[in-house]
Nanobody, 125 residues
Framework: QVQLVESGGGLVQAGGSLRVSCAAS????????LGWFRQAPGREREFVAA????????EYAASVKGRYTISRDNAKNTVYLQMNSLKPEDTAVYYC??????????????????WGQGTQVIVSS
């Protein structure tokens, strides 16, 4: 069983930056790939970014590529999502997820086995 706890969400102005974190715990978590998804009101949950178990490989949604950076620190069992040049359309609840397969990197929500409770990010215009 893996537990995921997100933190770092908040309110930021358009053009600003924010970093959200996800602390992972449980057996074998360092071998899981970790991802971020987001869900805005009235919309489906969508893939944002993911990182392989080693941290050497990443995937990004087209809408955030070049603005967001995902990274992980396996010593701390934590994954980070650095969000720059934020836009109002980035407003959503951001969820951390873990995929026990670890590789290849999954981009579909149903491929992930564990989920955090989410952290709210609001970007004001």
């Amino acid at each position: 069983q893996v537990q995921l706890v997100e933190s770092g969400g908040g309110l930021v102005q358009a053009g600003g930056s924010l970093r959200v974190s996800c602390a992972a715990s449980g057996r074998g978590v360092s071998s899981h790939s970790l991802g971020w998804f987001r869900q805005a009101p009235g919309r489906e949950r969508e893939f944002v970014a993911a990182v392989s178990w080693s941290g050497q490989n990443t995937e990004y949604a087209a809408s955030v590529k070049g603005r967001y950076t995902i990274s992980r620190d396996n010593a701390k069992n934590t994954v980070y999502l650095q969000m720059n040049s934020l836009k109002p359309e980035d407003t959503a609840v951001y969820y951390c997820a873990a995929d026990s397969l670890g590789w290849p990197i999954a981009t579909m929500a149903h491929e992930y086995d564990y989920w955090g409770q989410g952290t709210q990010v609001i970007v004001s215009s």
